[in-house]
């Protein structure tokens, strides 16, 4: 365990918010191994003393002191989590002074409300646009007048992932249409989406990588061969720059860089959940 | 327009953490009306001069500066775009210093680091996750033994979203068990899931809620009728009692939140991606 530094992502909430910084920090800092622990709805300070053993413990245990990602709102929590002698890094607190003055309103204090409570609506339209993702997934029962954007590429490309991740955080109709073989025949666009051009965005991949992924999926099938894969990947890049359909390499670009770029590429606003 | 404030999310790489912090922190200012977007992938001096001419448009359209919560590394950028004149919030400033201090050593600039590019086997691992979410949707092809955990629950009850949300963000492999009007006679575990007990997590929903979703699924059938849905979610409450499941209420729940409590009912620690 030595060389290892014990982080812990608190909160009152999920501890999302906590998680999401706290990484993107560590990331800066390549020199240290991070142990990372998340302790969500941590919401009162009987809670948050328990915690603070746990974490006392840690550094103990690692003989060095922990570094705690506090995103629990209420101060009094925050000020028994100190009792463990850890790095307190706040999220919000350098954040709240300055928006009270520029807002000139003092912060309501609404425990776990980031990712909390959520009304009707917002949870209806996820849902439904997550449905809309996994029934218009590989090109069933499609209806893509109702798609607000259609993920056009070859199988295993990464389509499906972006289609939830879209839904799934921005509530996004996204359809999804598989390159068939005879699609690759022409270097044209599938006729079912000419009508749909402007929704169109093509995903192409590394055909070393996809062959990775199908030989996984179907070990040693013709679907899985190198020349097969070459040949798709070849074909559909072809009719992406012919139909002047933009186009983005997923081999090595996380879904959320992913989904970012569609987004912005087709001028589609949305606000994350 | 009068009392919008304009808010810009401003990131060299997705623009998901500045995001998911800015939201939270506005969530405490509950008297302004805040009009938001996010701008991705600024990652040079010139792109940031553009978007702060942009930052700098919105508060005049809006006659009051905007507050812009700004995760680009590069302090240069940083400048630039407080050249547009608004609040600035830098979500990781605050922190490095500390933790620089903490670890003895200079962070590194990885931009866009946080979300970005990333290796074969964390990108293997949640696709995975979520094919297997996907195809043991709905008691499909199932093979219990290889899940981390199941959901159990009557049809529409908030399963799949989250069984996909733990897949996405946290590589679990979550499967989900569709309670059937069979099992539900019964106030005992389906034989299917005896053997996995340590795995099981319940989840129930207000009947009146389960209407509305089914209603609007299959308008006017017997499966949206409310007799049906409470009657269906009192059998499933009950087994979860008489056996003792841990279960909780998804309606007025978020997914990430579920996914949270989850995790930690079931004691299942990993790192979100």
Do not use: W
Not at 80 to 98: K, N, Q, R, T, W
């Amino acid at each position: 365990m030595a060389g290892m530094r014990p982080v812990f992502y608190v909160s009152d909430g999920t501890g999302i918010t906590a998680e999401t910084i706290g990484h993107s920090l560590l990331t800066q800092f390549t020199d240290t191994r991070f142990v990372t622990d998340r302790i969500p709805f941590v919401d009162s300070v009987e809670r948050a003393r328990e915690v603070a053993e746990k974490i006392r413990l840690a550094g103990e245990t690692h003989g060095v002191r922990a570094v705690v990602i506090n995103s629990c709102m209420d101060g009094d929590v925050g000020a028994a989590l100190a009792e463990s002698g850890a790095l307190m890094l706040d999220v919000f607190a350098p954040f709240i002074e300055p928006l009270e003055r520029e807002l000139e309103q003092t912060r309501q204090r609404h425990i776990g409300r980031a990712h909390g409570l959520v009304d009707f609506d917002t949870y209806h339209r996820r849902i439904n646009a997550m449905n809309f993702a996994l029934t218009h997934d590989d090109g069933q029962s499609v209806d893509y007048a109702e798609a607000d954007l259609i993920l056009v590429a070859v199988s295993r490309a990464g389509k499906t992932p972006t289609c939830v991740y879209l839904a799934l955080h921005y509530g996004i109709r996204a359809a999804n249409y598989p390159l068939t073989e005879e699609d690759l025949e022409h270097d044209r666009l599938p006729p079912r989406l000419r009508q749909h051009r402007g929704k169109l965005f093509g995903l192409t991949i590394d055909p070393v990588r996809l062959q990775q992924i199908r030989q996984e999926r179907r070990p040693n099938s013709r679907y899985a061969q190198f020349e097969t894969c070459k040949r798709e990947v070849a074909a559909a890049e072809a009719m992406f720059r012919a139909e002047r359909i933009p186009t983005l390499s997923t081999t090595h670009t996380s879904i959320e860089e992913i989904s970012s770029k569609v987004l912005t590429t087709l001028g589609i606003h949305r606000e994350m959940f």
